[in-house]
């Protein structure tokens, strides 16, 4: 339809010319057309804004199982969260059952202190201060690996990627792993040259590796944030190495890829907020006060947790979105076992006491999921979780 077709339609209508054509008629039947469906999409948009500010501000009072399975309890086990499906492990093996109990796969082992570490469907378990680590899948055991060195630590990345911090004696060295037990790449560090390596983590691209390095000199601790990148932008890089910050006077034992492009590290004093798709730069930095109890974290929330000393209530727990910017600040009294970020909502639990708050603070469900809680997690649809208990796992609904 023509500009100019439209300006004259519209000088005929308004100047009162009663001469309108059949092309006129054409076009104010289309014009009004055109508003009958502007005026729907905004009455549609303006129903779906105010029924999910109704959900989200939903409070829940009790809930009903509305599904119900059994399960063989397992002495001195801990378990976790998999992917939707739960994980059990001890220091004899580690076994993946769905959400209706029923076996995946097992991986039989021994160890003294077990790390084990998730990420999507992977899943890597090895003993500190031991060499093998095993990589395992929805499908079971992928590879079992011999590093040949000391493992001080490790994560895995979405795809599978081990990073494991290896002490070789006179060094130490940061490994990138395969799913199915290649190295990937070895970069040495010492205390003398780039510090000791408290904590690395792989982005969700396999491309991106943050480091904090711990250094020591004349008697002063500072630590150093280096990140490479094994793209194309960091192949002309020495070491790969694209981006560092130091920070005086700071120990920094957390640095986590939150998301492709984020990562958060925290420090005794300082949280820090990285960005980059390809060179992570330093976003915010946020002034921590008081001691850091715990932290936790989503794609796009950061929860920290103090204690709280203005009031009964024994936590304080701040949220900040990925950008560095606090959402909110509320009181819990729950001697907390985990705290689950899913969505806008926050679930602060242990085996027998339950709360739920939005982002905004405020408290959605106070309660119980029943007694001898192991894990809860959320499932598709609000309100809806999946429950771990001794011998059962129930499927309920908040309500």
């Known amino acids: 339809m023509q500009m100019k077709s439209i300006a004259e339609f519209f000088r005929n209508l308004f100047s009162g010319n009663s001469e309108i054509t059949y092309k006129d008629k054409i076009l104010k039947h289309r014009l009004h057309i055109l508003y009958r469906c502007a005026l729907i999409f905004i009455l549609v948009f303006v129903i779906i804004a105010a029924v999910k500010v109704q959900i989200n501000n939903r409070v829940y009072s009790e809930f009903e199982v509305i599904e119900e399975n059994s399960r063989e309890g397992t002495e001195n086990s801990i378990y976790e969260n998999y992917d939707g499906n739960l994980l059990v492990h001890s220091k ?137 990148n094994f793209g194309d932008v960091g192949q002309n890089k020495s070491e790969n190495l694209v981006s560092g910050y130091n920070v005086e006077e700071e120990v920094i034992p957390f640095l986590k890829y939150v998301n492709s492009t984020t990562a958060v590290a925290l420090g005794n004093e300082k949280l820090l907020i990285f960005k980059g798709k390809q060179i992570p730069e330093l976003s915010r930095e946020v002034t921590i006060e008081e001691e850091v109890q715990s932290i936790y974290y989503s794609e796009n929330h950061v929860a920290l947790v103090f204690h709280n000393t203005s009031s009964d209530e024994k936590y304080r727990v701040e949220v900040y979105d990925v950008s560095g910017k606090q959402e909110c600040s509320f009181l819990t009294d729950v001697e907390y076992k985990e705290i689950l970020i899913k969505n806008n909502d926050l679930i602060v639990y242990n085996e027998s006491s339950v709360e739920m708050y939005n982002t905004k603070g405020e408290k959605k469900y106070k309660g119980s999921f029943g007694e001898n809680v192991s894990v809860i997690m959320p499932l598709t649809g609000r309100g809806k979780f999946l429950v771990v208990k001794e011998n059962t796992i129930e499927t309920i609904r908040l309500r």
């Not at 769905?98 to 082992?109: A, R, S, T």
């Not at 490790?154 to 494991?164: D, L, M, P, Q, W």
């Not at 904590?199 to 691209?205: E, T």
């Not at 590796?209 to 990140?227: E, R």
């Open 92 to 228: 004899d093996g580690i076994t993946a059952f769905d959400k209706k109990g029923v076996k995946l796969w097992n991986q039989p082992y021994e160890m003294q202190n077990p790390i084990v570490r998730i990420a999507g469907q992977y899943v890597a378990v090895g003993d500190y201060r031991g060499s093998i680590i095993y990589i395992m899948d929805v499908s079971g055991l992928k590879s079992q690996v011999n590093t040949d060195m000391i493992i001080q630590d490790f994560t895995i990345s979405e795809k599978g990627v081990v990073t494991a911090i290896l002490d070789r004696g006179d060094s130490t060295l940061i490994r990138l792993i395969s799913a199915e037990g290649t190295t990937i790449i070895d970069m040495r560090t010492s205390m003398a040259d780039n510090g000791y390596p408290l904590a690395a983590s792989l982005s969700q691209d396999n491309l991106k590796l943050g480091v904090s390095y711990l250094k020591a000199k004349n008697a002063q601790i500072n630590t150093s944030i280096a990140f490479y």
